[in-house]
């Protein structure tokens, strides 16, 4: 059934909290997690930063930081007995949620597994929603998994 398993992590609570149901399809399905971490160098600079600043110290920072949080998710992986290989991507000008569906159609993914931040109102509208438009554009099966204290207000509605 679900094979292949994407799962975008960005160290995040509900990125753990999706990659905790990923290790739970994988265990159902004997599938394999492919991690990936998108670096949008855009959240962390300012553009005024001088050009050796920033590919000296704040490009190199940020790269240790995404290899930190896949090692971490790798590590609850392993230690789950789930095979995994990751992958670490630079935007590149495009957006996080464009990334995610075209490397889900590269691989051949099964299904993306991802947390949702479940922001409403205006925070959405000025933020954006990556995985709603993952959601829209993907050409696999999307499982989104909220925040812990989200969790109540879905029972109630």
């Known amino acids: 059934m679900y094979k292949k398993i994407l799962v975008p992590v ?3 609570e509900t990125s753990n909290r999706a990659l905790e149901q990923a290790i739970r399809l994988a ?21 005024f930063e001088r050009p050796e600043i920033y590919v000296h110290q ?5 790269l240790r930081n995404g290899h930190r949080i896949l090692a971490d998710a790798r590590h609850v992986l392993e230690a789950q007995g789930v095979a995994c290989d990751c992958h670490l991507e630079e ?4 957006r996080v949620s464009e990334i995610i569906v075209d490397h889900a159609r590269d691989w051949k993914a099964d299904v993306i597994v991802m947390g949702t931040h479940g922001r409403r109102g205006i ?5 954006g929603s990556d995985a709603e438009l993952v959601v829209r554009t993907a050409p696999v099966p999307v499982l989104l998994v909220r925040p812990a204290d989200q969790e109540g207000e879905a029972a109630r509605a």
């Open 123 to 127: 925070n959405r509208l000025v933020m």
């Open 10 to 12: 960005d160290g995040s």
């Open 27 to 47: 265990r159902l399905s004997e599938g394999k997690i492919r991690l990936i971490h998108i670096l949008d160098t855009l959240l962390y600079t300012n553009g």
């Open 91 to 94: 935007c590149d000008g495009r």
């Open 58 to 62: 704040m490009l190199p920072s940020m």
